[in-house]
């Protein structure tokens, strides 16, 4: 066991408007399985970044483990798979590949094909079991899930409950709760560690944000009783100063000196009420620093003209010779929240395809409604570039809403200047579903839309599609989601 310290950490991008962190500090051990969670763009990628040293920063970070960052980027990915492992760890010994391998179910023949013809699910896993296999290293392990299909999810998230020594960056409640131990949290103003798994960080948090909203309704009381106190008070002392000059044609002379001092006094308890209102209001402002912001977002979905809107039976689709799908048999109604499970591979992607209009060949039945109209959100960010603006245009949504929406999915307005290339892959797809939602359509198909996604977004997202019960079909790997939102599920 040792110790990572990060002391008065301080850092920002070059030409940023603000730090990413501001005088951090804290203690990991290098025995945890970590968690790591928080919104995007927070700086969780920047910070295990930190930890290898990929940039300059103020502070000292120090450790005696060596730092190993996954995904480990393969530079010659045509390679056979067993000579990418010696690049990444030439000590290896074959005995123990093969055992890390065979816990992760992955057959010993991949070692022997090109790297490049690994599935994502065969490829997380190997650089794993590598990565684990080097001495004297904690491994930093960045969204591991993503593409990664529910049983590949499963089996790592089981691998990685038998290892100590890393941080886990995931957005995927499930997967956290079955393998970890401590909590690493960015908060919109400070980092916080906590013993236990996901869920009883968020049921600690979700406490800590009732008793702040609580105590911030008893402020906010208190500080209107102390404004109309300190309205009345200075009102007295000027109604007391006043009195010094008398009233027109009384004949009486008032006593001047003891008015002034009477009135000075009022003064006095007037300026210390409102130093007390003052103090109250700070105290507001430090009230509520992590109560993370996670308004309803509103869809507005088109009626449609029938309650039948997709059919398929007994439907197999086929590129060449190859067959990607059969036997497929589901329809889709309105108000049909439904899942489409299955393996990678399984023809989940080719379904969507027919159903978006796509010219495939298929046998069996297949029909869609006419005048359908269909809002699509794909797996593939790479091509957002531009400002927010102008995509906004291209798609003829209105601005107003989008930019509402990417708001209250915490974007801040910062954000809403930069460049949608310098986005992180969160606010990528953060702007794809924003998109999607301010869409005039009568069914909604989002492909795998939860990739790097934060997990309070995710929630957001969640209650948006209970509360309006939109028409959706989604491939999503996420377990919680899955079981949280789907009426129907079909599995592939």
């Known amino acids: 066991m040792s110790l990572i310290n990060v002391t008065n950490l301080t850092f920002g991008y070059d030409g940023s408007y603000d730090n990413i962190f501001e005088n951090v500090s804290f203690q990991l051990d290098t025995d945890w399985k970590l968690g ?47 000579d990418v492992i010696e690049t990444v760890y030439p000590d290896y010994l074959q005995w123990q590949v093969m055992r890390e391998l065979s816990l992760l179910q992955v057959a010993e023949e991949v070692l022997y094909r090109p790297f490049a013809t690994l599935s994502h699910g065969e490829q997380t896993k190997v650089l794993l079991a590598t990565l684990f296999l080097k001495e004297n290293s904690f491994l ?20 990685l409950r038998t290892k100590h020594g890393f941080i ?18 960015i908060n919109k103003t ?28 008893k402020l906010r009381k208190d500080i209107t009783r102390l404004s109309a106190a300190a309205k009345r008070t200075a009102g007295w002392s000027d109604n007391v100063e006043t009195t010094k000059f008398g009233t027109r044609n009384s004949g009486i002379k008032p006593d001047k000196g003891y008015i002034g001092h009477k009135s000075a006094k009022m003064m006095k308890r007037s300026k210390a009420i409102e130093a007390r209102q003052q103090a109250a ?22 009626n449609f003209h029938a309650d039948r809107f997709v059919e398929f039976s007994n439907v197999a689709i086929f590129y060449g010779e190859k067959t990607a799908c059969e036997n497929v048999s589901f329809t889709i109604e309105r108000g049909d929240r439904l899942a489409l499970c299955g393996k990678n591979g399984s023809g989940k992607s080719s379904l969507i395809k027919l159903i978006c209009g796509a010219d ?15 809002s699509y959100v794909s797996q593939d960010t790479a091509h957002l570039s531009g400002s927010l603006s102008d995509y906004a245009a291209a798609n003829n949504i209105d601005e107003s809403l989008f ?10 307005r910062v954000q809403f200047e930069k460049d949608m290339s310098d986005f992180s892959g969160g606010q990528k797809k953060k702007v794809l579903i924003a998109r999607s939602l301010c869409e005039q359509a009568h069914l909604h198909i989002w ?44 599995e592939l």
Not at 170 to 183: G, T, V
Not at 190 to 217: H, M, P, T, V, Y
Not at 472 to 484: K, M, P, Q
């Open 360 to 374: 495939l060949t298929y046998t069996g039945t297949f029909s869609k409604a006419s005048q359908l109209k269909i």
């Open 403 to 412: 930019k509402a929406i990417l708001r209250k999915l915490d974007f801040s």
């Open 168 to 185: 886990l960056v995931s957005h995927d409640r499930a997967f956290l709760d079955n393998c970890i131990d401590h909590i690493l949290s």
């Open 281 to 302: 209001i700070e105290d507001k402002s430090r009230l509520l620093k992590n109560i993370e912001s996670s308004e309803r977002l509103k869809i507005s979905q088109l």
């Open 140 to 159: 930093l392990i960045d969204e591991p899930t993503n593409h990664l299909d529910m049983q590949a999810r499963k089996l790592v998230s089981d691998y």
């Open 190 to 217: 400070n980092i916080e560690i906590q013993k236990g798994n996901f869920s009883s960080w968020w049921e600690n948090k979700r406490l800590q944000d009732n008793f702040e909203l609580a105590e911030n309704e």
């Open 36 to 82: 790591f969670t928080g919104r995007n763009g927070r700086g969780k990628t920047t910070f295990l970044n930190l930890l290898t040293g990929k940039y300059e920063y103020r502070g000292t970070i120090s450790a005696q483990v060596n730092f190993e960052y996954f995904p480990f980027a393969v530079t010659n990915p045509e390679e056979y798979t067993i």
């Open 447 to 490: 492909d795998e839309p939860l990739n790097f996604i934060d997990v309070i977004s995710r929630m957001q997202i969640e209650a948006l599609l209970f509360e309006y019960a939109p028409t959706i079909l989604f491939v999503e790997h996420d377990t919680a989601f899955c079981n949280n939102i789907a009426t129907k599920t079909v």
